[in-house]
Nanobody, 123 residues
Framework: ELVESGGGLVQPGGSLRLSCTFS????????VGWFRQAPGKEREGVSC???????IYADAVKGRFTISRDNAKNTVYLQMNNLKPEDTALYSC???????????????????WGEGTQVTVSS
């Protein structure tokens, strides 16, 4: 099971930290991805951290978002700074069934998904 938390309403320029906590399987040997879906739009990849700590970001969030992991807590974080109204979306984390040092934002690589946490950026 994957459970996201940390979403909320924030003004433009503000920050939020999302958490994705795993239960039932180990985070340590898997990639974890963050995705988002805005109303009326398709889901898009935001960031991924692999089991060997390789990281990728979507161009839209580079320089503003930071992904990290705490294997001891079985949790992955997404620190979001300088938030913009276009960052408003439902943010979900996901993990693949297979283990290994894969780093990807391709949705089809992911098998387990959380329900998401809403992020709204508005003044």
């Amino acid at each position: 099971e994957l459970v996201e938390s940390g979403g909320g309403l924030v003004q433009p320029g503000g920050s939020l930290r999302l958490s994705c906590t795993f239960s039932g399987f180990s985070l340590e040997d898997r990639a974890v991805g963050w995705f988002r879906q805005a109303p009326g739009k398709e889901r898009e990849g935001v960031s991924c951290i692999s089991s060997d700590d390789s990281i990728i970001y979507a161009d839209a969030v580079k320089g503003r978002f930071t992904i990290s992991r705490d294997n001891a807590k079985n949790t992955v974080y997404l620190q979001m700074n300088n938030l913009k109204p276009e960052d408003t979306a439902l943010y979900s984390c996901a993990a693949p069934r297979r283990t290994g040092a894969v780093v990807t934002l391709a949705e089809w690589e992911y098998d387990f998904w959380g329900e998401g946490t809403q992020v709204t950026v508005s003044s």
